[in-house]
């Protein structure tokens, strides 16, 4: 069974920074492909960020240059650095897996909520 842990969080202005941290368990933690999704208020869900198990990374366009995803597969671990954050990336941040192979990210943590005020 693979679970995910989300930490970190909260309101910040408009230009300021936040970490976020999802520590991933389970014995296939470390092959996963890691994704972070963001929904906000009356969106779709949609994708931000992902990192495979060998460091291949994708970003959403909205993001490029100001967001960096990483992760340390010894403690199985993924952060998401979010840089000059804007009104627009508020919303409830979601940490989701996908095993190799296939599309679908199928393992979620629970959100955590991010807010930049303007």
């Known amino acids: 069974q693979v679970q995910l842990v989300e930490s970190g969080g909260g309101t910040v202005q408009a230009g300021g920074s936040m970490i976020l941290s999802c520590v991933v368990s389970?014995?296939?933690?470390?092959?996963?492909?890691m994704g972070w999704h963001r929904q906000a208020p009356g969106k779709q869900r949609e994708l931000v960020a992902s990192?495979?198990?060998?460091?291949?990374?994708y970003y959403v366009d909205s993001v490029k240059g100001r967001f960096t995803i990483s992760r340390d597969n010894a403690a199985n671990t993924v952060y998401l650095q979010m840089n000059s954050l804007k009104p627009e990336d508020t919303g409830v941040y979601y940490c989701?897996?996908?095993?190799?192979?296939?599309?679908?990210?199928?393992?979620w943590g629970q959100g955590t909520q991010v807010t930049v005020s303007s």
């Open positions: 989701g897996a996908r095993p190799v192979g296939i599309a679908q990210y199928n393992y």
């Open positions: 990192i495979t198990r060998n460091g291949i990374i």
């Open positions: 389970g014995n296939i933690a470390s092959s996963l492909t």
